[in-house]
């Protein structure tokens, strides 16, 4: 049901200053992207078979940045591929898990993504993703 681990987000004050760290370690920094839905900008960084993915507040009213507020940068989330998106949701809510998102929604470069509540993952932020492609 699960295909690997497809990225693992960071929260960041500042893209531009942070992708520095990585392009001096010779990554590719790509897919910058503003994510109106979750009020973000994002970039990804391929390391291997999964990704970096840096996120910037673009509002007071992201959740980033009341993470930043409340937690200070750090590791927000871990996102899992899955192949299924919707049975793995309907599975998890009838084991009693509490789901951010009920449904998929529209994730970064056409992706669907749907968050678990760190209450029911040992306190780190889930989400599950489907439909990325490396040829994006
Ligand atoms: N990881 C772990 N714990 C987190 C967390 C995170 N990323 N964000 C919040 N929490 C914890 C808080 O520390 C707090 O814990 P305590 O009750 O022990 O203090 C609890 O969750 C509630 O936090 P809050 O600050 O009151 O925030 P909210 O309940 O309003 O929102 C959450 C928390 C996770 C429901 C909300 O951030 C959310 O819906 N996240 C999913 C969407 C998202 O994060 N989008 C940005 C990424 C988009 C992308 O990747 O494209």
Redesign the pocket.
Known sequence: MIKKIDHI?IAVRNIEKAKKLYKLLGLEVSGEEV?ED?R?K?AFIQVGETRI?L?EPTSDDS??M??IE??GEGI??IALEVEDLEGTLRLLAESGLEL?DKEPRK??HSTR?A?I???STN???L?LCEGYSSTH
Request: proline share 7%; glycine share 12%.
């Open positions: 987000g994510v979750q973000v994002i993915e996120l959740p980033v009341k993470f409340k937690r927000h989330h951010i994730g970064a993504i968050f509540h760190p209450k306190g780190v932020l989400e």
